[in-house]
């Protein structure tokens, strides 16, 4: 099983072996490709899921730190924190596979905490908006999460069309 993520089609495609399972509209880095600690873009290139996290938690839960926070996200709640980067739902915790391009030094993907997470009904997919990560709906995440293993493959390119 693997996973692609187009950055061009703004897609994410599950594979079995040759079979695609599944294509999911995304949202990656608004500020569009780059592996830079603190630049907000979201990295490009081989990493495996090291950490899926929220497994059972409801739709909608919001997390801070790859930790729950109580909450469940509302329009109520985007009111009174309307800066906030929400992460909900799931957290699928990437780790980068190629030394000096997206892992250790300062292109390390996972110290970057650059994950595949939930976002808000309200956010746009089919569009850069993300600070970096790879932004799904909250229900093909929760599908997605059950479908993949923890060390799952996952490629992050952008197309030439």
């Known amino acids: 099983m693997k996973i692609e993520v187009d950055i061009t089609r703004q897609q994410l495609v599950l594979w079995q072996d040759e079979l695609q399972l599944r294509c999911y509209p995304i949202s990656s880095g608004k500020k569009g490709v780059g592996e830079q600690k603190g630049s907000e873009q979201t990295p490009r290139g081989h990493h495996i899921i090291r950490a899926k996290i929220g497994a059972n938690h409801a739709i909608n839960t919001v997390f801070k730190a790859r930790r729950p ?17 929400w992460i ?11 030394r000096g391009k997206n892992r250790l030094g300062q292109c390390d993907t996972m110290q970057r905490y650059i ?36 060390y799952t493959s996952v490629h992050i390119y952008e197309a030439i069309l």
């Open 115 to 150: 994950y595949i997470h939930g976002t808000p009904d309200t956010e746009p997919m089919g569009v850069p908006a993300s600070h970096g990560c790879i932004r799904m709906r909250n229900t093909d995440l929760i599908e997605l999460f059950a479908l993949v293993p923890i």
């Open 88 to 98: 909900l739902t799931r957290i699928l915790w990437l780790s980068g596979c190629e």
């Open 69 to 85: 926070t109580g909450e469940i996200y509302s329009s109520e709640l985007a009111e009174k924190y309307p800066n906030r980067d």
